[in-house]
């Protein structure tokens, strides 16, 4: 009876799983780290590949310098590239079509080296090279942080050659000074173009890196991306630096649904990764919290510009409400026929509904008390300035750089701003107190108070399925 008792314990514990070969290996690693050219690398790490001898070798991926599990390092003698991704973009507005664009972040002043692309293509054993053509600062010096050693955010663009332009690059290494030099970068050039010419789809969500390490907001997360979906959001592509383990639960389940697609991030450079250390770095250094989210920021513009019609970068405490049209979708037509097109950006008012404003009209019957933003309908008549705190779409085949609230750069020159009338749709920001740089004047948002209850055009779907979604997790029984 002993042995009998231990051969089960030993049947239901041990994981007899066999062990991967490794070409499957190779293809698991580059599920989980798809900036990595893992296949590309596997099946041509003995091919002896090269510009010639003593120059230009296609690199290792077991040499490449890394940072930090997703970053790649280039140090040069003016100082760090941490390069992050890099994409294939020939949109029809790119000049000198088509490009690899590479995101990274560098941690010195200016950009005064010269960059070298070495592209990788299939079915060629040497690289093709290509300067880089382009170093644009994804940052405004004026917003301050500029500093020696911290690093900001960059668009470097290399020029696919005229000779290889009908081919498809399949990775791209990066050096300085000179191009034969044997790289030690190596990242994947995404394609991400649909099969078969397909069509766009309307609207993706990008949310910056979330740091929801102490912080149980598991039930406000559903009500959310269920408010998205009902209001016509395609899908949701979110990073995530740490999240609670609730907030796990539910992001595993959306992303199980095919609505969200979750991305682990970490910080370049000197900058911490220790959990608690990287939260403490977040609340304590707003300036550089704000310029390592532009990454996630561009990296999610980059894979849905083939994908996506437009994009749009929200927080969690936020939902861009239609007001003239009953979805995003209309929205957006009514939009280009009032700005009469070519607009690369539709930007949204910022007004807040406040904790404090539910809580002085009460609770809304028929709506359960947990659902944070359908319980919340008063806000402020005050909106915050034109131009200040606002949210856009942005249309993925014109915008060529990101920020959080608007287009930073565009590909015909200056962006064009539509500014959205508040009549058809604002951008309603749930919090319970103001934006720090708007505390010392936030009385008058706060004491001038109006009912909006727009959202309650989505309520019955949105309780239903908020309800559904919380039982599915079986988070109900404890609220």
Sequence with gaps: MHTKYIDTIQHNMIDNTAELSEEELAKEIQKRNPNLPVQYWFKNRYAGMKYADHCAAFPSLLDVKYNNIYWQ??????????????????????????????????????????IHCQIWLNNRKTPVFSEVSQKLKIWD???????????????????????????????????HDAACIYAKTLLRVIDNRPENGGLKKGIAVCVKG??????????????????????????????????????TKVLQHYAKRGFLDVTP????????????????????????????????????????????????????????MPKSATNWHELIEQLIDKSGGSTD???????????????????????????????????????????EYIKCFHDTDRVETVHNHFSMSCL?????????????????????????????KCDQFRNNITKDASIWRFKDQLVHRTVKTLKILGFLDDL
């Design 141 to 175: 010096d004026r917003w301050g942080n500029n500093k020696e050693g911290v690093p900001r955010p960059y668009l470097l663009t290399c020029k696919i050659p005229s000779e290889i332009e009908n081919e498809l690059p399949e990775a791209v290494s990066l050096v």
């Design 412 to 440: 015909e020159g200056g962006c064009k701003w539509y500014p959205v009338h508040t009549d058809d749709g604002h951008l309603q920001h749930y919090r319970n107190e103001c934006v720090a740089e708007l505390k010392p």
């Design 73 to 114: 390092y280039l140090k040069t003698s003016q100082g760090t590239f941490y390069l992050y991704s890099a994409y294939y973009d020939n949109r029809y507005l790119v000049k000198n079509k088509p490009v690899i664009r590479i995101l990274t972040m560098y941690d010195s002043l200016d950009i005064n080296v010269t």
């Design 345 to 387: 950006s539709y930007y949204f008012r910022n007004v807040y509904f406040m904790d404090s404003m539910r809580e002085l009209a009460g609770w809304a019957p028929g709506i359960p008390k947990y659902m944070h933003k359908t319980q919340n309908v008063y806000r402020s008549t005050v909106y915050t300035k034109q131009q």
């Design 210 to 247: 979330l740091d929801y390490m102490h912080s149980d907001l598991s039930v406000q997360l559903v009500e959310w991306l269920e408010l998205l979906s009902v209001v016509g959001a395609d899908k949701v592509f979110m990073y995530v630096y740490e999240a609670h383990p609730n907030v």
């Design 265 to 320: 991030i970490t910080l370049p450079g000197g900058q911490p990764n220790l959990k608690d250390l990287r939260h403490w770095f977040h609340k304590g250094r707003i300036m550089a919290k704000r310029q390592n989210e532009l990454i996630p920021y561009n990296d999610c513009l980059y894979r849905n510009i083939h994908n996506y019609k437009f994009i749009s970068l929200l927080d969690t405490d936020e939902i861009i």
